[in-house]
């Protein structure tokens, strides 16, 4: 029996706002983690955590995602993307201002737990709204969505490390950052396709778990994610504590990672499109692992800031290409991506207690060992991201539509 092809997804009535809009909406996102981060050391001094502390309250964000990030699939389906992604990120611009008040280490953990919810699923939201809208434009842009993320990040920081050489009170920064984000992300959310699954699909269960052609493609993820999370959340106490740093230098360290992440990703789509997914995963893991090494060997700023942004250059364009991957499993972008984001931010959730761990059992240099480790098993796992990489001008691309609806699986691993 001859299967229909799918029909091709139709185009954006107002492609440039639709891109312009979910730039903005990945921009808001990441100014939100990077306004947390640049006041970890703060909030560590004030309930006098040890790294081990640290480690356990800065795990509990990723166990909020993971419990949280499977229901998003089925929010998105039923409402609609705009709608989801507009709420989500309400909820997670508003959490924000939660970690700086918490008066004591349990506390801090509960709302951590609240803070990883809202950004699991508010980032499924927004990447199956990312993953619809290139399918719809016909190009890459997963990499430079996910470059505006570390912008957002960037530019957030930078008023962190003013904030902390200003020795401005966390709760207060972080509170008004909070409605600050809250405005902004309901204003660009109004340019957000009103993009909905086709009538008659089926409702995406409660829990989205992940195909299996997908595992592998989560493991990169994973490796990717897990040294980015080490990075942004202790690369400040690294400075710190391993090199001597000032407070303001050691705030700096998450800028020197996210300003060369969030260049090498807007810059990523054009690289992609000229060495395809898995050659540039490959040269990333090697950049990557180049910096870890780096990192371990630094016993001043002068080297392991430098180390920190070849990581970020490294890891930059892996996770777009993973949520990019995922996205073409299967009928329905948000579950698949939802299944897959479990999978690969479970790094996040192990990644902030291993470090933490391994710092207290042995020593910062020792952790980063690890991060290098698992940079250096991306190349190993590239050929996973294959399905990212966008059709040849001579693909047949209705066989490639009618693979993606079926869930038929492309790549050669």
Not at 367 to 375: N, Q, R
Request: glycine residues 10%; proline residues 6%; hydrophobic residues 50%.
């Amino acid at each position: 029996m001859t299967r229909t092809p799918a029909p091709p997804p139709e185009p954006l009535t107002a492609p440039r706002r639709a891109r312009a809009s979910i730039a903005l909406v990945f921009g808001v996102h990441g100014a939100v983690s990077g306004s947390f981060v640049t006041r970890i050391p703060w909030i560590q001094d004030r309930l006098d955590l040890s790294a081990g502390q640290l480690g356990l309250a800065l795990v509990m964000p990723a166990v909020g995602s993971s419990l949280a990030m499977p229901l998003a699939g089925r929010f998105v389906h039923r409402y609609g993307g705009r709608a989801a992604v507009r709420v989500l990120i309400a909820l997670w611009c508003l959490a924000l201002a939660l970690p700086a008040l918490a008066p004591s280490l349990p506390a801090l953990c509960a709302v951590l737990l609240v803070y990883g919810a809202a950004a699991g699923t508010a980032d499924v939201a927004m990447n199956a709204q990312g993953v619809e809208i290139e399918e719809r434009l016909g190009r890459s842009i997963m990499s430079g969505l996910h470059g505006m993320w570390s912008a957002g990040g960037l530019l957030a920081s930078g008023f962190g490390i003013l904030a902390a050489h200003l020795d401005l009170d966390a709760r207060l920064q972080l509170a008004v950052t909070s409605l600050v984000l809250l405005l902004v992300g309901q204003a660009v959310c109004r340019g957000l396709p009103d993009l909905r699954a086709q009538e008659g699909a089926e409702e995406p269960p409660r829990f989205a778990l992940p195909p299996r052609s997908s595992l592998v493609i989560g493991l990169v993820g994973f490796c990717a994610v897990f040294a980015e999370g080490a990075s942004m959340d202790w690369s400040g106490v690294y400075l710190r504590d391993v090199t001597g740093a000032s407070a303001t230098v050691a705030a700096a360290s998450y800028t020197a990672f996210s300003l060369t992440m969030a260049a090498s990703r807007l810059a990523g789509d054009a690289v992609i499109r000229r060495l395809g997914a898995v050659r540039a995963t490959r040269i990333s893991g090697a950049v990557a692992t180049a910096g870890g090494l780096l990192v371990v060997a630094a016993d001043s700023p002068a080297l392991a800031i430098p180390g920190f942004a070849l990581i970020g250059i490294g890891i930059a364009v892996v996770v777009p290409l993973a949520f990019a991957a995922a996205g073409r499993i299967g009928p329905n972008p948000s579950q698949a991506i939802a299944g897959v984001a479990t999978v690969t931010y479970t790094s996040g959730l192990i990644a902030p207690a291993v470090i933490g761990a391994l710092a207290q059992a042995t020593s910062l240099t020792v952790s980063f060992g690890l991060v290098t480790a698992l940079a250096l098993a991306l190349l190993l796992g590239a050929g996973a991201l294959r399905r990212a990489e966008r059709h040849s001008p001579g693909e047949d691309v209705t066989a490639r539509e009618s693979d993606r609806t079926s869930g038929k699986d492309l790549s050669t691993i």
